[in-house]
């Protein structure tokens, strides 16, 4: 069975809700692919002492508040899995899930969107598949020679997982800095490895600040003048409360990343090592865009050559949410407001239509 619609949004998280948003308000007809079971997207799945860098004020999506929670400054990830559903039902958004999406082809006039769940036509497809679903573990000497367990970012959880073992961290980032200061204070026998020392930025800044700092970027590269850089120029670990306290105990004591690793644990150029149980690989993420692969578009990293939102390849289509080669910071609940409401307009008038979109 094929199902005809003007837009097929890939993704029913952050990005591919506030892209629907806008295209509801341009009178657009659209269709959500969500492969998740329930609303919520990544956050569902994030460690349980994962919150937000943000006060709830400041880490909303286009049309609604996100409320504060109780209790905290800064929301944690069950909070704003329960806002994107609210978000979601509020504005009774065409998602359809589970439906994985296998692949987009280009199909005459229209692109052919197949899944699991039949195959879709449209117009124009909007891909908001973001990162988490594909993670990245760099290619170092011995990971397949290590007896222990191996796991990333995505598959932690909770520290009493570890209770009693020799735990080694990999990675210089919020993720690694947050997952080391979440394990640390609870006794486990801490190895935190990092490619430089890490840089934690003024304990002052938090999202609100780093939001600011990429408008800011953004509207310099539009005027034509010098890049500033943007957050990167700041630091690479935002000093939330945990990271902080344990940062000022003491606890957080990066080492220099090690060269490889043995079956017990890991070694370090000069041959000093670290026995170890397990290592969680805090290393990163790649789009996931293998859904869009028979397009033939993709370029250098990984990444799909954009002009905005837009690929520059194929018209019809739009990336959002993965970063900020798709709009400045676009992977961020505040931040993807305004490149999914260009990605709707630039659509609507694809589609020979242009009604006036508020600036929300």
Not at 133 to 154: D, S
Not at 216 to 243: C, F, I, K, N, Y
Request: hydrophobic fraction near 40%.
């Amino acid at each position: 069975m094929t199902h005809a619609v003007d837009v097929v949004v890939v993704g029913g998280g952050q990005a591919g809700l506030a892209a629907g948003y806008h295209l509801r308000r341009l009178g657009v007809g659209f269709a959500v692919l969500d492969a998740q079971a329930e609303p919520g997207g990544a956050w569902r799945h994030a460690w349980d002492s994962l919150h937000l860098f943000s006060p709830a004020a400041h880490s909303s999506l286009p049309g609604r508040p996100m409320p504060a929670q109780a209790g905290q400054e800064y929301p944690d990830a069950r909070h704003v899995a329960e806002y994107l559903t609210d978000y979601e039902r509020r504005y009774g958004l065409p998602v359809h899930r589970p439906v994985r999406v296998g692949a987009v082809r280009r199909d005459s006039a229209r692109l052919r969107v197949e899944t699991d769940a039949g195959t879709w036509s449209a117009r124009a497809v909007v891909s908001a598949t973001g990162t988490w679903w594909r993670p990245f573990v760099p290619a170092v000497p011995g990971r397949e020679a290590f007896a222990g367990r191996q796991l990333h970012t995505v598959d932690y959880r909770r520290p009493a997982d570890f209770a009693g073992q020799r735990v080694v961290v990999v990675g210089g980032g919020n993720s690694g800095a947050q997952i080391a200061a979440d394990l640390a204070p609870a006794g486990i026998d801490l190895t935190w490895a990092t490619l430089r020392p890490p840089r934690f930025l003024p304990d002052d800044i938090d999202g609100r600040a780093l939001f600011d700092v990429a408008t800011a970027r953004r509207r310099a590269l539009e005027a034509g003048r010098a890049d500033t850089g943007g957050v990167a120029s700041l630091g690479d670990v935002v000093a939330v409360p945990p990271v902080r306290a344990a940062r000022d105990a003491g606890l957080l004591k990066a080492q220099p990343m090690f060269t490889r690793l043995t079956e017990d644990g890991v070694e370090w150029t000069d041959g000093t090592r670290a026995e170890a149980d397990a290592v969680i690989w805090c290393t990163g993420f790649r789009p996931a865009l293998a859904h869009l692969a028979p397009l033939g578009l993709c370029g250098a990293r990984g990444r799909i050559p954009t002009d905005g939102t837009r690929a520059v390849g194929e018209p019809r289509l739009h990336l959002l949410g993965y970063g900020d080669w798709t709009g400045p910071a676009s992977a961020t609940l505040i931040g993807v407001g305004r490149p999914a409401r260009d990605a709707a307009r630039e659509i609507a008038a694809l589609l020979g239509r242009s009604p006036a979109s508020p600036d929300v």
